[in-house]
């Protein structure tokens, strides 16, 4: 174990009793849906330390990877929604964070109404989990990689624990720019969430380094925090492990989201695509991917592509992608398809 892992192991295990401990607003900015937060246990609650809800949808049935789950608050989430059918596995290296999280199991089974538990905690460390490899449906984190000394050998492990489809939806801290090695050198700063902080196109260049081309950002917000000019914020990144390319093309395609997804009439995949039931929308060959070859394939109806029309300027806005000459003016989906609310006639010339 490195030094920098002793002592956020150390920080995190020994020093720290609740989230109010914390002096720093990083890891203390979370936006849990409180409905899913009712039957947690208050010493879970009390100890819980994120930035974020990293909680995609479609999670029933399921297979959850938690690196870095402390007390397991993320894990119990994800508990209720794979249901009883799906599994959840937390990896922390804190005895005194995993010992919280196991004593909590059992009350937290019997709130659920489950006969046996579904989640289990592991002990190890986010850069060589003990876990098999492609276990995961989806791999979550939060606040937590930007701890890592070794953030690259983080997101290699998470390409070989996803099955091929399966995605990693992240929530962590970044940086607008590089930190400075004194910044980094500090200890306080570092297990607070914050210096440790890769700066984002970094980040970017990790991601792409370990085999995801074209991951993206779903939602952010500053944390607040600035420290000789360096700016951070909170995002909510995700991942799919699948073969993409590095750069959005378009080739013509049309997607249609069939509004089927319980309690989600707007489905929004990252922050530059959000789509309404019924609503077909232009999208790039990566996210026709994402949207055909994961768990949300029976969501969606999405057009054969036609030709190659060049870059689809790395899905922006509407207006550059509309600008372009090459864009079809008209797009067909190959079939009428009837949503949950309306039958939708397959034709548009929007943009996603």
Not at 192 to 208: H, K, N
Request: proline fraction near 4%.
């Amino acid at each position: 174990m490195s030094d920098v892992q002793t002592t956020v192991r150390d920080y995190y295990g020994d020093e720290l009793e609740q989230t109010d401990d914390l002096e720093y607003s990083a890891c203390c900015t979370t936006d849990y849906d409180p409905r899913l937060t009712a039957n947690l246990t208050d010493e879970v609650l009390d100890q819980r330390y994120g930035c974020g809800s990293p909680i995609p949808s479609l999670l029933e049935g399921r297979t959850v990877v938690d690196l870095g789950c402390g007390a397991g608050a993320d894990c119990f989430i994800a508990s209720q929604l794979v249901g009883p059918e799906g599994r959840v596995v937390g990896v922390d290296m804190s005895d005194e964070q995993l010992e919280v999280a196991r004593d909590n199991v059992e009350p937290h089974m019997e709130a659920f109404g489950y006969d046996e538990p579904n989640v289990e905690f592991v002990h190890g460390e986010i850069e060589d989990v003990p876990l098999d490899s492609g276990i995961a449906d989806v791999v979550i984190s939060n606040c937590v990689i930007n701890l890592s000394p070794d953030k690259r050998a983080v997101y290699d492990e998470i390409w070989l624990l996803l099955k091929t489809g399966g995605e990693f939806y992240i929530s962590d801290i970044v940086a607008d720019r590089r930190v400075p090695e004194h910044l980094q050198a500090d200890q306080k700063l570092w297990s607070e969430c914050l210096t440790g902080a890769l700066y984002e196109e970094d980040l970017r260049r990790v991601e792409q380094a370990a085999r995801f081309a074209d991951a993206r950002t779903v939602r952010a917000q500053p944390t607040g925090d600035t420290i000789e000019g360096v700016r951070f914020e909170s995002q909510v990144r995700r991942g799919f492990k699948l073969d993409l390319e590095d750069r959005c093309e378009d080739y013509g395609q049309v997607a249609l989201y069939l509004g089927t997804i319980e309690g989600e009439s707007t489905l929004q995949l990252d922050s530059g695509h959000r789509f309404e039931a019924g609503e077909p929308e232009r999208i790039c060959r990566n996210t026709a991917q994402m949207l055909t070859e994961t768990r949300f394939a029976e969501h969606f109806r999405v057009s054969e592509p036609l030709r190659h029309l060049g870059a689809f300027e790395d899905c922006t806005t509407d207006a550059e992608r509309e600008a372009s000459d090459d864009a079809p003016e008209t797009i067909e989906m190959p079939e009428t398809v009837e949503t949950s609310d309306r039958t939708e006639q397959s034709e548009t010339s929007s943009c996603c």
